[in-house]
């Protein structure tokens, strides 16, 4: 058996990794999630024949959706848990047969995809079959890369959708774009230019997924308010918490309330304060750490428990396994999970809760720096005209996109130094745990205009579009290019694919991406973004700024 994974920046070489993960992921685990994505494409093609008779499942659309967010980079590493559901995926995708019939009045599903078909129950069988149905069946190097990147644009909608999900916010017209483009992926006909059209397509549905999520944490939890934030530690029990999930924390605020115990945000879950429905919480008392990729000396210098809600987890050390929870989707083998919750009821975290009590007090931390967040769209739309004005004076001279995922590489540090040489007049916009490499820098501020405008997760990143937009209306534009701002963006696992697909499709030109381009994109796919969208890779800060400024600025 062995492996073939390429879907993060990280793969081994910037190749594949072919033995292990970079992140841990084992050969199995790899193999069984592809076969598991191999099952929701015969789901899919189920739902899509039964969706044109006239009959829809939610539920079913919703395993779909679940099932793709699950094989993110960083989601889950638990073999047992993927093999329970692959069998559980023969189930619903029989559910999916029965509605087409009941809708059709006909067994003919004509033309059937193998996925759609072949079922096995014991493991040996399942890896086995793993192997001839993987990212290498496809033997054309240019559809190979066309149907992997419109893949994991659909793995990144589908975690947005997820997350809008949870927060009851669905759009139906997003699982049927998911389930036809799964199918598309099975047909043996389909050539270069109609792949292309759907990759374009996943950033049209991008964008809508994204405004979904937009309104979904913005109802439920209010507009971000610009929020300074403490980094240090205040003492007692506590909990820290990471991932992405802003209902998790909201029902463990509520179950802690009044109970002594401090809770901490971590990575991504940063933006918790400046929500005002979550931020009202007393004990909700700051964040601690940075980056996701830090949680090894992050979560064994907390010494309180810890609440992993979505991807970015990493294999955790001895030193903090018995403090660790998982839940949701995110897993790694024996590690606490916390159900998901049940008949509308919240999900119980009192094992967590239990297990700070347990650890004790953490002791104090003086905070090292402070942090000033909340500028999604809202709280840059409030002050406008204080934008618009520095733009028009001359005092804001370029806006740079610094969004998207931090990683291991040392050839992140680019991100950094390019941030410490951008000039005075100039403000980045970020989202996503990218924003540690500079979000503690000392930037100062343009007119009381903050030089880093957070706009909180990746999850936010519609904010930095939408910005934007607004934007070029604002100055009569015809074209978003036209606009004094350059896209830097980093990138990491899937999610960000889908952003890029998105601005893309907002028509977003000479997007640096990096710090390498993916290894999925076969040369001759790289070559089409290249002359379509002049996407560039990241070479260095002086090439950089040569090419935002000219020779106006020095280096």
Same mark, same amino acid.
């Given at each position: 058996?062995?492996?073939?994974?390429?879907?993060?920046?990280?793969?081994?070489?910037?190749?594949?990794?072919?033995?292990?993960?970079?992140?841990?992921? %084992? @050969?199995?685990?790899?193999? *069984?999630?592809? $076969?598991?994505? =191999?099952? !929701? +494409? /015969? &789901?899919?093609?189920?739902?899509?024949?039964?969706?044109?008779?006239?009959?829809?499942?939610?539920?079913?659309?919703?395993?779909?959706?679940?099932?793709?967010?699950?094989?993110?980079?960083?989601?889950?590493?638990?073999?047992?848990?993927?093999?329970?559901?692959?069998?559980?995926?023969?189930?619903?995708?029989?559910?999916?047969?029965?509605?087409?019939?009941?809708?059709?009045?006909?067994?003919?599903?004509?033309?059937?995809?193998?996925?759609?078909?072949?079922?096995?129950?014991?493991?040996?069988?399942?890896?086995?079959?793993?192997?001839?149905?993987?990212?290498?069946?496809?033997? %054309? @190097?240019?559809?190979?890369? *066309?149907?992997? $990147?419109?893949? =994991?644009? !659909? +793995? /990144? &909608?589908?975690?947005?959708?997820?997350?809008?999900?949870?927060?009851?916010?669905?759009?139906?017209?997003?699982?049927?774009?998911?389930?036809?483009?799964?199918?598309?992926?099975?047909?043996?006909?389909?050539?270069?230019?109609?792949?292309?059209?759907?990759?374009?397509?996943?950033?049209?549905?991008?964008?809508?997924?994204?405004?979904?999520?937009?309104?979904?944490?913005?109802?439920?939890?209010?507009?971000?308010?610009?929020?300074?934030?403490?980094?240090?530690?205040?003492?007692?029990?506590?909990?820290?918490?990471?991932?992405?999930?802003?209902?998790?924390?909201?029902?463990?605020?509520?179950?802690?309330?009044?109970?002594?115990?401090?809770?901490?945000?971590?990575?991504?879950?940063?933006?918790?304060?400046?929500?005002?429905?979550?931020?009202?919480?007393?004990?909700?008392?700051?964040?601690?750490?940075?980056?996701?990729?830090?949680?090894?000396?992050?979560?064994?210098?907390?010494?309180?428990?810890?609440?992993?809600?979505?991807?970015?987890?990493?294999?955790?050390?001895?030193?903090?396994?018995?403090?660790?929870?998982?839940?949701?989707?995110?897993?790694?083998?024996?590690?606490?999970?916390?159900?998901?919750?049940?008949?509308?009821?919240?999900?119980?975290?009192?094992?967590?809760?239990?297990?700070?009590?347990?650890?004790?007090?953490?002791?104090?931390?003086?905070?090292?720096?402070?942090?000033?967040?909340?500028?999604?769209?809202?709280?840059?739309?409030?002050?406008?005209?204080?934008?618009?004005?520095?733009?028009?004076?001359?005092?804001?001279?370029?806006?740079?996109?610094?969004?998207?995922?931090?990683?291991?590489?040392?050839?992140?540090?680019?991100?950094?130094?390019?941030?410490?040489?951008?000039?005075?007049?100039?403000?980045?916009?970020?989202?996503?745990?990218?924003?540690?490499?500079?979000?503690?820098?000392?930037?100062?501020?343009?007119?009381?205009?903050?030089?880093?405008?957070?706009?909180?997760?990746?999850?936010?990143?519609?904010?930095?579009?939408?910005?934007?937009?607004?934007?070029?209306?604002?100055?009569?534009?015809?074209?978003?290019?036209?606009?004094?701002?350059?896209?830097?963006?980093?990138?990491?696992?899937?999610?960000?694919?889908?952003?890029?697909?998105?601005?893309?499709?907002?028509?977003?030109?000479?997007?640096?991406?990096?710090?390498?381009?993916?290894?999925?994109?076969?040369?001759?796919?790289?070559?089409?973004?290249?002359?379509?969208?002049?996407?560039?890779?990241?070479?260095?800060?002086?090439?950089?700024?040569?090419?935002?400024?000219?020779?106006?600025?020095?280096?």
């Amino acid at each position: 058996m062995s492996m073939n994974c390429f879907q993060c920046q990280e793969a081994a070489g910037n190749v594949a990794c072919t033995k292990v993960g970079v992140c841990g992921k %084992n @050969e199995e685990v790899s193999n *069984l999630q592809d $076969l598991y994505i =191999y099952l !929701l +494409k /015969g &789901i899919s093609i189920w739902t899509t024949k039964a969706r044109s008779a006239g009959a829809v499942s939610e539920e079913i659309d919703i395993f779909v959706v679940k099932g793709l967010f699950s094989t993110i980079t960083n989601v889950n590493f638990d073999d047992a848990y993927f093999e329970a559901k692959i069998k559980e995926a023969f189930d619903i995708r029989n559910d999916a047969k029965a509605l087409f019939e009941g809708a059709s009045e006909s067994s003919d599903g004509g033309g059937l995809h193998d996925s759609a078909t072949w079922s096995c129950s014991d493991r040996a069988g399942m890896l086995e079959k793993a192997e001839s149905v993987g990212i290498m069946s496809e033997a %054309n @190097e240019d559809i190979r890369s *066309l149907k992997e $990147l419109l893949t =994991y644009g !659909l +793995k /990144g &909608i589908a975690a947005y959708a997820d997350h809008a999900n949870v927060l009851d916010h669905k759009d139906a017209s997003i699982f049927t774009f998911i389930e036809e483009a799964l199918v598309a992926t099975t047909r043996d006909d389909i050539g270069a230019d109609e792949l292309t059209a759907l990759v374009l397509k996943t950033g049209e549905v991008a964008v809508t997924t994204m405004a979904l999520l937009d309104s979904a944490n913005t109802t439920t939890y209010g507009t971000q308010e610009a929020t300074e934030v403490f980094t240090g530690l205040k003492g007692g029990p506590a909990i820290l918490v990471s991932g992405h999930d802003l209902r998790d924390i909201e029902e463990l605020l509520i179950q802690t309330e009044g109970k002594g115990v401090h809770v901490y945000t971590h990575s991504e879950m940063l933006p918790t304060h400046a929500y005002p429905e979550l931020k009202k919480y007393a004990h909700l008392v700051g964040n601690y750490g940075t980056a996701w990729y830090n949680q090894h000396e992050d979560f064994e210098n907390f010494k309180g428990a810890i609440l992993m809600t979505t991807n970015c987890i990493k294999k955790p050390k001895d030193t903090y396994k018995d403090r660790i929870f998982t839940t949701g989707l995110v897993g790694w083998p024996g590690v606490a999970h916390v159900a998901d919750r049940a008949d509308g009821e919240a999900k119980d975290f009192s094992a967590v809760i239990a297990k700070a009590v347990e650890a004790g007090d953490i002791g104090t931390e003086e905070a090292k720096n402070s942090l000033t967040i909340g500028f999604a769209k809202d709280q840059v739309m409030a002050v406008a005209d204080k934008v618009v004005e520095a733009v028009k004076s001359g005092a804001i001279k370029r806006f740079v996109v610094m969004a998207g995922c931090d990683g291991h590489q040392k050839s992140r540090n680019y991100y950094t130094d390019l941030a410490k040489a951008l000039p005075k007049d100039t403000v980045i916009l970020t989202a996503g745990c990218a924003k540690y490499r500079y979000n503690a820098l000392d930037l100062g501020d343009i007119g009381g205009i903050p030089r880093v405008l957070d706009a909180g997760q990746c999850n936010d990143s519609y904010s930095l579009a939408y910005i934007a937009l607004q934007l070029k209306e604002v100055f009569g534009l015809d074209d978003i290019n036209d606009l004094p701002i350059s896209y830097d963006i980093a990138w990491y696992e899937q999610k960000a694919v889908t952003v890029l697909l998105a601005l893309l499709h907002l028509g977003v030109k000479g997007i640096r991406l990096g710090p390498t381009l993916p290894a999925f994109l076969s040369p001759g796919v790289a070559k089409v973004l290249v002359d379509n969208f002049d996407i560039k890779g990241v070479t260095d800060v002086e090439t950089t700024m040569k090419e935002m400024f000219g020779d106006t600025v020095a280096v």
